[in-house]
């Protein structure tokens, strides 16, 4: 199949399936999406809570992996804070063209 027969409106060619939603929701769907909008409307919607989904996850599962006691530097905002600066202060490495130029 090429890429234009996978595509239509914009949007990748799917399976057809069949939803229950209650009227009211539907109705006001329809009013946001316009004419023959619904489908487009219920996946981005559907896509969006997804990656909702998936962040919440990976917060989730990662919560706690660093030890505070490990980084005190980290204990309170300002600490956060001032942590942030620092780094953004340092002098990063540029690569071998920067240093090239300084020698230079």
Same mark, same amino acid.
């Given at each position: 199949?090429?890429? #234009?027969?996978?595509?239509?409106?914009?949007?990748?060619?799917?399976?057809?399936?069949? &939803? &229950?939603?209650?009227?009211? &929701?539907?109705?006001?769907?329809?009013?946001?999406?316009?004419?023959? !909008?619904?489908?487009?409307?219920?996946?981005? *919607?559907?896509?969006?809570? &997804?990656?909702? #989904?998936?962040?919440?996850?990976?917060? @989730?599962?990662?919560? !706690? *992996?660093?030890?505070?006691?490990?980084?005190?530097?980290?204990?309170?905002?300002?600490?956060?804070?001032?942590?942030?600066? @620092?780094?953004?202060? @340092?002098?990063? #490495?540029? !690569?071998?063209?920067?240093?090239? *130029?300084?020698?230079?």
């Amino acid at each position: 199949m090429t890429p #234009d027969h996978r595509m239509r409106h914009g949007m990748r060619m799917a399976r057809r399936t069949n &939803l &229950l939603l209650p009227d009211d &929701l539907v109705r006001e769907v329809d009013r946001v999406a316009g004419p023959r !909008g619904r489908s487009r409307y219920v996946a981005e *919607a559907v896509e969006h809570q &997804l990656r909702r #989904d998936r962040l919440r996850k990976a917060f @989730e599962s990662t919560f !706690g *992996a660093l030890d505070p006691a490990d980084h005190p530097e980290w204990s309170t905002p300002e600490k956060v804070e001032a942590w942030v600066r @620092e780094r953004r202060a @340092e002098e990063t #490495d540029a !690569g071998p063209a920067a240093t090239q *130029a300084k020698q230079e």
